[in-house]
């Protein structure tokens, strides 16, 4: 089993900035982000391998950055330039295969946190 904790979520302006964490109780091999808005699928957002390989949704590419420090086994996705758009709950997911290929599947991903909130207004 693994125990993700995300943490970092807010309320703040278009344009603005955020940064959120989550961090694993076990070593993982592909981790990603995923939000859901009100009414709306859960979407990938961005993922990453142990690799360093990334991957990112076309709505959030060139705004946010994923990253991982493995020895602390963290995961972080700094999200600058926010849109209304972005607003939605943000769920940290990982796996203990190798490997994110269908990264952006969340059926893929046996493990999730709880989530936080990220609101950005306009």
């Known amino acids: 089993q693994v125990q993700l904790v995300e943490s970092g979520g807010g309320s703040v302006q278009a344009g603005g900035s955020l940064r959120l964490s989550c961090a694993a109780s076990a070593y993982t091999f592909c981790m990603g982000w995923f939000r859901q808005a009100p009414g709306k699928e859960r979407e990938g957002v961005a993922s990453?391998?142990?690799?360093?390989?990334?991957n990112y949704a076309d709505s959030v590419k060139g705004r946010f950055t994923i990253s991982q420090d493995n020895a602390k086994r963290t995961l972080n996705l700094q999200m600058n330039s926010l849109k209304s758009e972005d607003t939605a709950m943000y769920y940290c997911?990982?796996?203990?295969?190798?490997?994110?290929?269908?990264?952006?599947?969340?059926?893929?991903?046996?493990?999730w946190g709880q989530g936080t909130q990220v609101t950005v207004s306009s």
């Open positions: 990453i391998n142990n690799d360093g390989n990334t």
């Open positions: 997911a990982a796996r203990r295969l190798w490997g994110c290929s269908r990264w952006n599947d969340p059926n893929i991903f046996p493990y």
